[in-house]
Nanobody
Framework: QVQLVESGGGLVQPGGSLRLSCVASGILLLNINAMDWYRQAPGKEREWVAAVSSGGDTYYADSVKGRFTIARDNAKNTLYLQMNSLKPEDTAVYYC???????WGQGTLVTVSS
């Protein structure tokens, strides 16, 4: 079965860090051109957070630039999102996504609160 499974979410204090993982099964990350992270905060639309190409080029939304880092480990078939200096407004369900054809994970909840 082809699927993406996220993990690593949880409750963290403002200023803290988390690393999200997205494991691909049934498909090889090596064969996927580009991957994204998205997030959806309560009561808001889903928004794009970051992307990484097969060649390792990375792209970020302005709201997370300098704080978040996207990376892919093809050997482990895993996509990562390292999140530092977290803010309450980063609270959301985070999803990984294969760009084409579109394939979404189930999401992992990140809550930033004191």
């Amino acid at each position: 079965q082809v699927q993406l499974v996220e993990s690593g979410g949880g409750l963290v204090q403002p200023g803290g860090s988390l690393r999200l993982s997205c494991v691909a099964s049934g498909i090889l990350l090596l064969n996927i051109n580009a991957m994204d992270w998205y997030r959806q905060a309560p009561g808001k639309e889903r928004e794009w957070v970051a992307a990484v190409s097969s060649g390792g080029d990375t792209y970020y939304a302005d709201s997370v630039k300098g704080r978040f880092t996207i990376a892919r480990d093809n050997a482990k078939n895993t996509l990562y999102l390292q999140m530092n200096s977290l803010k309450p407004e980063d609270t959301a369900v985070y999803y990984c996504k294969r760009q084409y054809p579109a394939l979404w994970g189930q999401g992992t909840l990140v809550t930033v609160s004191s």
